[in-house]
Nanobody, 127 residues
Framework: QVQLVESGGGLVQAGGSLRLSCTTP????????MGWFRQAPGKEREFVAA????????YYADSVKGRFTISRDNAKNTVYLQMNSLKPEDTAVYYC????????????????????WGQGTQVTVSS
């Protein structure tokens, strides 16, 4: 079992930035392939980005490419999602998740392929 805890969400104006964090209390995440998803009201959960366990490879949804950056610090047991140039359509609950299959390009983008999930953190971008 892997517990995931997200933080860093909030309210920001369009064009602003936020950095989300995801930690795994009581367990190292250094061997885990991780992803970020988001879910807006009335919409399906959608893939945002993923990062290989080593940090050596990343992958992004087209909608966030060039604006968001996924990274990790395994020494701090934390995965980050740096979000710049935020738009109102980025408003959603953001979730970090773990997939236990091997890393590949493209990584899994279906939520059903992810085994462990955090509780989510709300990001609201005002226009």
């Amino acid at each position: 079992q892997v517990q995931l805890v997200e933080s860093g969400g909030g309210l920001v104006q369009a064009g602003g930035s936020l950095r989300l964090s995801c930690t795994t209390p009581g367990r190292t995440l250094s061997t885990l392939n991780m992803g970020w998803f988001r879910q807006a009201p009335g919409k399906e959960r959608e893939f945002v980005a993923a990062i290989q366990w080593s940090g050596g490879s990343t992958y992004y949804a087209d909608s966030v490419k060039g604006r968001f950056t996924i990274s990790r610090d395994n020494a701090k047991n934390t995965v980050y999602l740096q979000m710049n140039s935020l738009k109102p359509e980025d408003t959603a609950v953001y979730y970090c998740a773990v997939f236990v299959t091997g890393w590949r390009i493209p990584p899994p983008r279906n939520p059903h392929d992810y085994t462990y999930w955090g509780q989510g953190t709300q990001v609201t971008v005002s226009s």
